[in-house]
């Protein structure tokens, strides 16, 4: 189900605005430095995706096998909806910026844009479209 905001799912604004304002209520330090630190917040989340990974590969000879690929995922989502909160800190208009922003990505992508075709696409007249290694 998707709201009226070029397909963003329903509901997911509302929420990202609801832990704003939770987290704007309990912000131990406003104004600018507040702001820098709700974005470095991204940083932090990032890394633990990174340990999740190398939990999850085994690479760490020292801990083994320690996260699943299960334990990255819900850490991408952290990544995300931490990032979402951090554009709603900067903008109110974050969703519409959001979807602005998604929109000039996904028409940058292969197979989006028409008269483009995707890699590996077949073209109309048969032969392949993608030229393979360049």
Known sequence: MTDDRGGTPAGMWSTVDALFESLEA???????????LRVLK??????????AVIGATGQNPRKGVSHTWEDVEAELCDVVITAM???RTLTPEAP????????RVAARAPGTV?????????????RSA???PV
């Open 26 to 36: 309990a912000r131990p330090v406003g104004g600018r430095e507040g702001l820098l």
């Open 42 to 51: 991204l940083s932090e989340e990032v890394g633990e995706v990174a340990e």
């Open 85 to 87: 909160v951090a554009l």
């Open 96 to 103: 519409e910026v959001f979807d602005r922003h998604l929109a």
């Open 114 to 126: 028409p008269g483009i075709p995707a890699p590996g696409v077949t073209s109309a007249d048969g």
């Open 130 to 132: 993608d030229p393979g």
